[in-house]
């Protein structure tokens, strides 16, 4: 029995001196003390007992080899020089494009779920939703007046593009400088204030937000405001800022799409005539497609790769991806037709050009910048993307809530509201969740990047996972209102989503290549505490301080491995019980305790990964993608927990925050175990599967009640309904068709009590409710229900017949408008020759 006890005593010592990191020499230190102990025979069998003779002499052989290893210029002499070697010849070199993409953007709280331990100090250190006075007065004033100026219609369908008046109105309120700043003429507002203005119009249009959004992302004005040189600051960004320039960026093209390091498009320095003058400059030829505001852009930001054959630079002769500003109207330069991405009315098209000559100072930045255009684009990528398509996405899955909680207490069949059905309960809490997750790590993002950070891993986390659910919540959207949200037309709604989800999931990096390539894949080399400094040091062209650096970082990586092994494995077999949770946590502390025990699992899980799979990581990319979730589901189940305390912790929210934690581990646990048993590598697959999952799947998803309770909440105009969907356009007006749903719910709802009494009569038969008949009428003549009851009855059917009506069209009305005479020409030519 003593026995027994001593090994589960140096079982506990093992594990604390693993999770606290301990230095070699304490290891060492503890094998010999159990050695001696097991030596001396300080049990019950004595020193006669065979097992302990057995395990002192591994004690001591283990004490021996870790006290060796504790002398530095043994362990550099025995383990690091050879690893050192082995690794520096098989690492891959990184490519130049690589190494930018690495080097661009900070490292925020991703590092901390990588590191296995995340301080919860880091994440609570980030600002709730600041605005300046100005912000909220701009998003109050001209945001509101705009999203009240957009017939959605109009813009869609009967246009199929922006309005002039749209176009004035954001040239003339300065929309489309919001993030250029006073100094050059622009607004300068945060990328908090821009992420909210942005999300209002696309809550309103997603066509206008399109129209606003480009500019104030990756583009000509961001780009400028940070490389360009003074002249170009000084010229271009105050016509940027006032609208007199329409800005677009050329990057993709046909053979360059989610690869856009690998362009075709090229310029070849030289010599030529400009102005009068011989000049310095570059020969371009290039073909681009997909460019947003390309049809009515008066300066085309350009991508393409550099060469400068004859040394007229200085430099070598592969340049590299350089960025340059061109005038659309400049000669040579080809501005297409449009595009019709999903049917969509935003300004969208190709253009090209062939043996087009411009100055070297149109780079951006001047002649000091060639070659550095892949580093602006991923630097400026890093912190936008975590701006703009979040933004509309969060703003998206706001609004199909708010218009479904409407619609689904309004519309009933079978008696009841649709929304209050259990088939369709499930539907509309899942657009809570989406609305609720959405919203907190856009909040949270956001202002990580008005802090100053650029989070690249971060920011690829918010691209895929909010499209990802809006796209989830417009479906669910759409099945509740059934036929009413497929028929088209003025007062639908949900179409204008619909038509835009996939252009959301497509846009600055597909949302496939995110999820597979770029969270993890990416996020490991740059997110883990050690290995991308291992890289760094095998790749130094100096070796001495190559091998200094790396033996740092390897040592610091053995220890950091084992204390992920340990101390997973001690929180998954504990459930998590002792995980951090920051003080004040309350009632959410388990939710805490719960993250802490996944970022240990994932932390260990990830470090093996790349461990084991090193370059090979790329190829794996269902691998990387389960990988990917799993992150990701950790990152925004931590932001739904601060925005929970950003929000004052309102006791109505609590049940919302229990079913989005418990379904964002759910799906954790599965996105892990998706990784764990497909891993390509037997024993590992083993290891992790023990390690991670001991005692069995631990979490399970949100119960019926729970979404049951959620369901409920929502169903009620107030503050809960309110503070969901906050921040998006609402409209009162009974004559638009969603201030129509807002008005109509209030009435129904008022209108309740008297309808029960409506329907009791009708199912005893002393009432009958067909056409012909004014059953509210008789209602009222039987006793049924009062006058001023019946008043209520007949406002609210006439609002709630408004709200299911679908529009119809005389035939020749939906007939393509846009058809011109060339083209029923060619119709007809073709139709003859068939």
Not at 40 to 54: C, E, T, V
Not at 160 to 179: C, S
Not at 273 to 292: A, C, F, P, Q
Not at 680 to 707: C, E, H, N, Q
Request: net charge neutral.
């Amino acid at each position: 029995m003593a026995e027994l006890v001593f090994i589960c005593i140096c079982i506990v010592a093992a594990f604390v001196l693993a999770i606290y990191r301990a230095p070699l020499w304490a290891w060492a230190t503890t094998a010999a003390l159990a050695a001696l102990t097991w030596q001396f025979g300080i049990f019950d069998g004595g020193p006669a007992s065979a097992l302990p003779d057995l395990l002192s002499g591994i004690a001591w052989l283990v004490a021996a080899s870790l006290g060796a290893l504790s002398v530095p210029a043994w362990r550099r002499q025995w383990v690091v020089v050879p690893v050192f070697g082995t690794i520096k010849q098989v690492l891959p070199r990184v490519s130049d494009t690589e190494q930018q993409a690495l080097d661009a953007g900070t490292i925020g709280f991703d590092a901390e779920l990588f590191s296995g331990t995340p301080d919860w100090r880091r994440l609570h250190a980030v600002p709730p939703i600041r605005l300046s006075d100005e912000e909220r007065a701009f998003l109050d004033g001209p945001t509101e007046e705009l999203c009240r100026m957009v017939d959605d219609w109009e813009v869609r369908h009967v246009q199929r593009e922006i309005p002039e008046r749209i176009w004035d109105f954001v040239k003339k309120h300065g929309f489309l400088g919001m993030l250029i700043s006073k100094e050059h003429g622009g607004l300068g507002f945060s990328p908090q204030a821009q992420s909210l203005i942005l999300g209002k119009i696309a809550s309103r249009s997603p066509d206008v937000c399109t129209i606003v959004m480009v500019p104030n992302s990756l583009g000509p004005g961001e780009l400028i405001e940070k490389y360009g040189t003074p002249e170009q600051k000084h010229y271009y960004l105050p016509r940027l800022a006032k609208g007199q320039e329409v800005p677009c960026f050329s990057l993709t093209g046909p053979t360059s799409g989610s690869d856009a390091a690998n362009m075709r498009d090229v310029g070849y320095v030289t010599k030529d005539m400009h102005d009068g003058r011989e000049v310095l400059g570059i020969r371009l030829s290039w073909d681009k497609r997909y460019i947003t505001l390309g049809p009515n852009a008066t300066l085309v930001g350009l991508a393409f790769h550099l060469f400068d054959p004859s040394g007229l630079l200085g430099k070598a002769e592969n340049i590299g991806i350089t960025v340059a500003l061109i005038p659309a109207d400049h000669p040579g330069v080809n501005i297409g037709r449009r595009h019709l991405p999903s049917g969509a009315a935003f300004p969208n098209g190709p253009n090209w050009g062939k043996d087009v000559f411009i100055p070297i100072d149109w780079v951006i930045g001047g002649d000091k910048m060639v070659g550095q255009g892949w580093r602006m684009l991923m630097e400026c990528l890093a912190a936008g993307r975590a701006i703009s398509l979040p933004s509309s996405a969060a703003a998206g899955a706001k609004s199909m809530l708010r218009f479904s909680t409407a619609y689904g207490r309004i519309r009933k069949q079978f008696g009841l509201p649709v929304a209050k059905m259990e088939g369709l309960e499930e539907p509309l809490v899942r657009m809570v969740e989406a609305a609720y997750v959405n919203e907190a790590g856009r909040a949270v993002t956001a202002a990580m990047v008005s802090s100053g950070e650029k989070p690249s891993v971060i920011s690829a986390i918010m691209k895929y996972q909010s499209t990802e659910r809006m796209r989830r919540s417009v479906n669910d959207a759409m099945d509740l209102h059934g036929g009413r949200g497929i028929c088209d037309g003025p007062s639908n709604y949900l179409q204008s989503a619909y038509q835009m989800v996939p252009v959301g999931i497509t846009v600055e990096g597909a949302n496939i290549l995110t999820r597979s390539l770029i969270t993890f894949a990416q996020g490991a080399l740059r997110s883990h505490p050690y290995l991308y400094k291992e890289i760094q040091a095998c790749q130094d062209s100096d070796s001495q301080r190559g091998l200094a650096a790396f033996e740092r970082a390897f040592l610091d990586h053995v220890s950091f491995s084992v204390s992920n092994t340990f101390g997973a494995f001690f929180h998954n077999i504990t459930g998590g019980a002792f995980g951090t949770a920051p003080t004040g946590a309350d009632s959410n502390a388990r939710w805490y305790r719960q993250l802490w025990r996944g970022s240990r699992s994932f932390a260990f899980v990830a470090d093996l990964t790349v461990a084991l799979l090193g370059g090979g990581l790329k190829t794996k990319q269902k691998l990387t993608g389960r990988m990917a979730d799993a992150l990701s589901e950790l990152y925004l189940t931590a932001c739904v927990l601060k925005r929970f305390e950003d929000d004052g912790k309102p006791d109505s929210d609590r049940v919302i925050v229990a079913l989005v934690a418990a379904n964002g581990l759910h799906r954790f646990q599965e996105a892990m175990r998706g990784a764990i048993d497909n891993f390509p590598v037997t024993w590992a697959r083993i290891l992790m599967r023990a390690v991670v999952f001991p005692l069995g799947s631990p979490y399970k998803p949100a119960s019926d009640r729970l979404g049951r309770q959620v369901a409920a909440l929502v169903l009620e105009p107030g503050p809960v309904r309110d503070r969901l969907t906050r921040f998006i356009y609402v409209s009162k007006d009974p004559k638009d068709p969603t201030g129509l749903l807002e008005v109509a719910l209030v009435k129904v709802i008022a209108a309740e009590a008297a309808e029960r009494k409506l329907e009791r009569a009708i199912r005893a038969g002393t009432i009958r409710r067909y056409h012909g008949i004014d059953w509210i009428g008789e209602a009222t003549t039987k006793g049924v229900i009062t006058a001023d009851e019946a008043a209520q009855l007949r406002e609210a059917e006439e609002l709630t017949a408004r709200v299911i009506a679908v529009d119809h069209f005389d035939p020749a009305e939906v007939k393509p408008h846009f058809m011109t005479a060339g083209h029923n020409a060619r119709a007809a030519q073709s139709a003859a020759a068939e």
